[in-house]
């Protein structure tokens, strides 16, 4: 049995032809572009390949995963973590001291590394890591890397890696035009990069999703918003705005009429919008309103409904907006508010229904979980099963009365049954956690 086997029967996976086809291209040591629709299991996909070739015995990075936001460094690195392999691995991007990264590097000795271009492109030019060691270059939503800015970083990092053998590139949408820095490795290889299509594979995703043409007989649609949330039960929510003021302006609305909504943007300290995103996945908020900064590798299997409060500014981003819906074989619906006189786009959907919504009553619908915040994580040498234990032990829950745990570096966030929210934070009110004293609170936004 392989290491890919050994992976797959450890967690019960089954791979997708799309996977099998990927894993085959990256094992053969070619460059590789992977196209394929959002949730499909691109990021599975490379990393069980890629960590395949390394060696476990080394103590010096060999592989490097650039991905556009720190969210998706975050996200890869948990399902690499996930597969369990003897791999060290190190998550690297911007929103917090390069120092401290540093130390970690020192300490991990990492195989591979997920990174934000910027973030990384420092550390390779203060050498906190030798770029001569790499051997896989991954490059995350390669399209990103032709915007204004990415690209150029991406070619200094790629200048900082001169031993690289392989290069592997995913999108959810195709490009017209490869990014120019793969031609340096084709070169070397000579040969060209082998392309996987699997963007027809969309026409199935198109079916799992549902597309509703949504009125609003106002300029301001945040009325009909709520109505239109008013009567979605089922799973979360994520609206989806252009500007970050219109996500500050929304998200409050919709907090001041007794909706759970998070705020999601680019102009967030970070630790909020980690704060935001807890509880949000762990559903202790059913909605988030955001910018297209969440519409890109946020993988939420739950997000039932995605809605345009503006429409997307092209249809790449309205693909990938709807991509955090109908994940893997799951299905969702896609509902597009438009105001009178507005133009719907040109990429709507021709079979979009109507939906009518102007009827309903604005009655927030309340997740049946409340997050709770504990100000101990990781670093404290605090587990989920230690915070289940606490919560079961001091605070009188069953297990069925807590939720998800989102466990990070230096605090945990704990759904915990809103009916039981009152009563259990008396219950462990100067309680110690794992012999540790801490604050133990509603997590505030």
Request: aromatic content about 6%; proline content about 4%.
């Amino acid at each position: 049995m392989n290491f890919t086997e050994q992976i797959l029967s450890k967690l019960g996976f089954t791979l997708t032809p799309m996977q099998e086809a990927a894993i085959d291209a990256v094992n053969s040591r070619r460059n590789v572009v992977l196209l394929s629709p959002t949730g499909s299991g691109k990021t599975l996909a490379y990393l069980l390949p890629v960590c395949s070739s390394l060696n476990a015995e080394a103590q010096h990075l060999q592989a490097v995963v650039v991905v556009p936001s720190r969210e998706l460094a975050q996200q890869c690195d948990e399902v690499f973590r996930s597969l369990k392999t003897p791999l060290r691995s190190v998550c690297l991007h911007g929103g917090r001291p390069t120092m401290n990264e540093h130390r970690t590097l020192k300490e991990v000795k990492p195989h591979i590394v997920f990174a934000t271009p910027g973030r990384l492109l420092d550390h390779l030019n203060k050498e906190n890591i030798l770029g001569g060691t790499v051997k896989v270059l991954v490059v995350d939503e390669f399209d990103k890397c032709l915007e204004l800015g990415f690209l150029e970083e991406m070619e200094n990092v790629v200048r900082r890696l001169p031993r690289v053998q392989q290069c592997v590139l995913t999108s959810a949408t195709d490009a017209e035009e490869i990014p120019a820095f793969i031609g340096v490795f084709e070169k070397a290889q000579g040969s060209v990069a082998t392309r996987l299509d699997f963007l027809e594979n969309s026409e199935e995703l198109h079916r799992r999703q549902k597309f509703h043409i949504v009125p609003s007989p106002r300029k301001d649609k945040l009325e009909t918003l709520a109505r239109l949330l008013s009567v979605q039960q089922d799973g979360l929510a994520m609206v989806f705005v252009l500007h970050r003021e219109s996500a500050d302006r929304v998200g409050k609305y919709l907090q001041e009429k007794g909706f759970c909504a998070e705020v999601y943007h680019g102009g967030m300290e970070q630790e909020r919008r980690e704060r935001a995103l807890s509880k949000f996945r762990s559903g202790c908020s059913n909605i988030l309103v955001a910018t297209d900064l969440a519409a890109r590798g946020l993988d939420i299997p739950e997000v039932r409904s995605v809605i345009h409060y503006h429409p997307s500014a092209d249809v790449d981003a309205f693909v990938h907006r709807n991509g955090r819906t109908a994940r893997w074989d799951a299905g969702g619906n896609i509902f597009l508010i438009m105001s009178e006189g507005e133009v719907l786009p040109e990429y709507a959907p021709a079979d979009a229904d109507v939906v009518e919504v102007e009827e309903n009553a604005i009655m927030p619908v309340l997740p049946r979980w409340s997050a709770v915040y504990v100000g101990r994580g990781k670093k404290d040498k605090l587990s989920r099963m230690d915070i289940v234990g606490f919560f079961c032990k001091k605070g009188g829950l069953r297990s069925d009365e807590i939720g998800r745990i989102e466990l990070g570096a230096h605090y945990a966030c704990v759904a915990v049954s809103r009916t039981k929210l009152r009563s259990v934070l008396k219950a462990v009110a100067g309680e110690k956690i794992k012999g540790m004293k801490t604050l133990i609170e509603p997590m505030r936004r």
